[in-house]
């Protein structure tokens, strides 16, 4: 496999974007990325989306944005993997490189989930849970994560407030991002008072409903060392893993086994530990999904992501900065995109791109996209090469 690296980056602001269509948001961030490559056209296009059969009544997204974008004759795809479409998408393009079947290939994620009404989106999110066993029982998507977090506090003597630190960094990052939905600012009271959702997740333990594209343009390494003016951020290592899609099928529902999987094996690609992660794109979702996500990438102990929350040290400043530019609680969870906006935010960071959310002298970024309530996990390793 041939040492790959991404050298061009574009995303759309996340929010309602009533004016603009499914092909529009693509086509914008797509330009974006490639303007910021100075390419012209990638030879393989990978689009990551789950909704657009559900919500847009739209499928062949790889015809539908190639085309729009003045690339006829290409290779494009769309890809599905439930809300880790972006990353599947950025690890197809990844290995498509990797493999030698192309030079520039270009990973898209795009969704759009505000033109309906607020029970189609939440009716379509339920298909990446079981819909024999879970979906078709009544369980939403929020209802099926509210079950995890009941446990977790029964288990671990949490109460609700405990997790305010994972939304209040969130939005305090967020607050910086000008492509963020949610830019204010909130504070452990306010997430405490918030309008319940389905008990004990409140409106502040979860991300929104929006729009939002991005993209990222992956070349040989060798490449990228020869043609782009941005220090050269490789892709150290892209892993994935599956568990059940039911929580009842899982061996303790409070370990995200497909997310320990594919992080411990993406650690052994890169030839690091967890020590050695300067920043962390986590799926936040929701709280519940941050506390796991932490446990499970081995940068808290079993019961312990909570507690590590409130030790103050997720923060820009802190040991293990999570959710940089906002992460999906703040910046926005189009589901389809979300895991490519994970990758070009890691990007920035590592090329000191980040303005006020810089961390400083970062070198190894984890970036991890969860699929369902943790069914098919996509783990990605960026390091800034030079």
Same mark, same amino acid.
């Given at each position: 496999?041939?040492?790959?690296?991404? %050298?061009?980056?574009?995303?759309?602001?996340?929010?309602?974007?009533?004016?603009?269509?499914?092909?529009?948001?693509?086509?914008?961030?797509?330009?974006?990325?490639?303007?910021?490559?100075?390419?012209?056209?990638?030879?393989?296009?990978?689009?990551?989306?789950?909704?657009?059969?559900?919500?847009?009544?739209?499928?062949?997204?790889?015809?539908?944005?190639?085309?729009?974008?003045?690339?006829?004759? %290409?290779? #494009?795809?769309?890809?599905?993997?439930?809300?880790?479409?972006? $990353?599947?998408?950025?690890?197809?393009?990844?290995?498509?490189?990797?493999?030698?079947?192309?030079?520039?290939?270009?990973?898209? &994620?795009?969704?759009?989930?505000?033109?309906?009404?607020?029970?189609?989106?939440?009716?379509?999110?339920?298909?990446?849970?079981? $819909?024999?066993?879970?979906?078709?029982?009544?369980?939403?998507?929020?209802?099926?994560?509210?079950?995890?977090?009941?446990?977790?506090? @029964?288990?671990?003597?949490?109460? @609700?407030?405990?997790?305010?630190?994972?939304?209040?960094?969130?939005?305090?990052?967020?607050?910086?991002?000008?492509?963020?939905?949610?830019? *204010?600012?909130?504070?452990?009271?306010?997430?405490?008072?918030?309008?319940?959702?389905?008990?004990? %997740?409140?409106?502040?333990?979860? *991300?929104?409903?929006?729009?939002?594209?991005? !993209?990222?343009?992956?070349?040989? !390494?060798?490449?990228?060392?020869?043609?782009?003016?941005?220090?050269?951020?490789?892709?150290?290592?892209?892993? #994935?893993?599956?568990?059940?899609?039911?929580?009842?099928?899982?061996?303790?529902?409070?370990?995200?086994?497909?997310?320990?999987? *594919?992080?411990?094996?993406?650690?052994?690609?890169? =030839?690091? =530990?967890?020590?050695?992660?300067?920043?962390?794109?986590?799926?936040?979702?929701?709280?519940?999904?941050?506390?796991?996500?932490?446990?499970?990438? &081995?940068?808290?102990?079993?019961?312990?992501?909570?507690?590590?929350?409130?030790? &103050?040290?997720? &923060?820009?400043? =802190?040991?293990?900065?999570? #959710?940089?530019?906002?992460?999906?609680?703040?910046?926005?969870?189009?589901?389809?995109?979300? =895991?490519?906006?994970? %990758?070009?935010?890691?990007?920035?960071?590592?090329?000191?791109?980040?303005?006020?959310?810089?961390?400083?002298?970062?070198?190894?970024?984890?970036?991890?996209?969860?699929?369902?309530?943790?069914?098919?996990?996509?783990?990605?390793?960026?390091?800034?090469?030079?």
């Amino acid at each position: 496999m041939r040492d790959v690296a991404i %050298i061009g980056i574009g995303q759309t602001p996340v929010g309602e974007h009533w004016e603009l269509s499914l092909r529009d948001l693509g086509y914008r961030a797509l330009r974006s990325a490639l303007e910021d490559a100075c390419v012209e056209a990638p030879q393989m296009l990978f689009v990551g989306n789950m909704l657009s059969g559900a919500l847009s009544h739209q499928e062949n997204l790889g015809a539908l944005i190639g085309d729009y974008a003045g690339h006829r004759g %290409i290779e #494009s795809f769309k890809v599905e993997a439930a809300c880790a479409s972006g $990353a599947a998408a950025v690890r197809m393009a990844s290995l498509a490189v990797g493999g030698g079947a192309c030079d520039v290939a270009v990973a898209l &994620g795009v969704e759009k989930m505000t033109d309906g009404r607020g029970d189609e989106a939440t009716a379509a999110l339920a298909m990446a849970a079981d $819909a024999d066993y879970e979906s078709s029982q009544g369980l939403s998507f929020v209802a099926i994560n509210a079950l995890l977090m009941q446990r977790y506090m @029964h288990e671990f003597g949490y109460r @609700h407030v405990d997790f305010a630190p994972f939304a209040v960094t969130a939005h305090l990052n967020a607050s910086t991002n000008a492509n963020a939905m949610f830019r *204010s600012r909130i504070t452990a009271e306010q997430f405490e008072a918030s309008r319940p959702v389905a008990s004990p %997740i409140n409106l502040l333990d979860a *991300s929104g409903i929006c729009d939002g594209a991005a !993209a990222v343009v992956i070349v040989p !390494a060798d490449l990228a060392r020869s043609t782009s003016p941005y220090p050269l951020v490789r892709i150290a290592a892209s892993s #994935s893993a599956i568990d059940s899609v039911a929580l009842h099928d899982r061996r303790d529902p409070l370990v995200l086994q497909a997310a320990a999987d *594919s992080a411990w094996r993406a650690y052994s690609h890169a =030839g690091i =530990g967890p020590e050695d992660i300067d920043f962390f794109e986590l799926h936040d979702a929701f709280t519940i999904m941050a506390a796991l996500s932490l446990e499970a990438c &081995g940068l808290a102990p079993h019961g312990r992501g909570v507690a590590l929350a409130n030790e &103050g040290v997720l &923060g820009r400043q =802190g040991r293990i900065p999570i #959710s940089t530019l906002g992460g999906l609680k703040a910046r926005g969870h189009p589901v389809g995109a979300t =895991g490519v906006y994970q %990758i070009v935010e890691t990007v920035q960071q590592l090329r000191g791109a980040a303005g006020e959310n810089q961390i400083p002298g970062a070198r190894f970024g984890l970036a991890q996209n969860i699929g369902g309530s943790g069914a098919n996990v996509i783990t990605h390793i960026l390091e800034r090469a030079s």
